[in-house]
């Protein structure tokens, strides 16, 4: 120490360790060794002593930002699904039978997520009757009809019969105008509601029951 105490030497390794340090903050590497200042029992360790705290404190601040973030990240995924779920509920309403009531706008990611939600339901629950209910649907387009033919012709696949209910009076026009969801051929009926679809299957689901009892007798 010279001239009182308006100077003093300090080694240039303690002064290139602060510079680490603050560089490894800067990049986030927050290894606690990494960020350790040995500290000498100096006026320049106060300074020291100073930023070795900051540092520890800085990196737990980020480290628990993160954590906070990577909650709230997995909290919204979580949200997601449960809104997914929710968009597409899948019900069984009589035994061997599914209904997938859709309400509101179907754009393409929905109706691939319908479709894949719906297929994995015929297939766990072995469904042999599927019911689409479009009462809550007021307007449908070439992308909502072609996803739902595919929806319909991927139910089918799995061996299930579909029947599409509560087709409304402005949607039938839609779908008239535009010679849109053609079921001639497809394999599938048209209902005006859930209740007569209900019944037709299990009419459907008796005169299986019949058939397979009768190949049974013989």
Known sequence: MSDGDDMMLVSRRRVERL??????????AFDSELLAIEQVDDEFGLTEQMLGNFAIEHAAAVQELRRVSDDRAALIERLREVVKV???????????????????????????????????????????CVII???????????????LLKMIRGAQLLGAYVVVAGIGASVARQLADHDLLDDRGAGFKTLQNLKEALRDCIRQLERSASRGARRGSR
């Open 19 to 28: 510079g680490e340090v603050l560089s490894f903050l800067s990049i986030e």
């Open 86 to 128: 929710l968009s597409t509920p899948i019900i069984d309403v009589w035994e061997g039978v599914l209904t997938l009531p859709i309400v509101g706008a179907i754009d393409a990611s929905r109706a691939a997520d319908m479709t894949e939600r719906l297929l994995e339901r015929i297939r766990d629950a072995a469904a042999r």
């Open 133 to 147: 209910d479009l009462t809550g649907v007021d307007e449908i387009g070439a992308e909502t009809a072609a996803g």
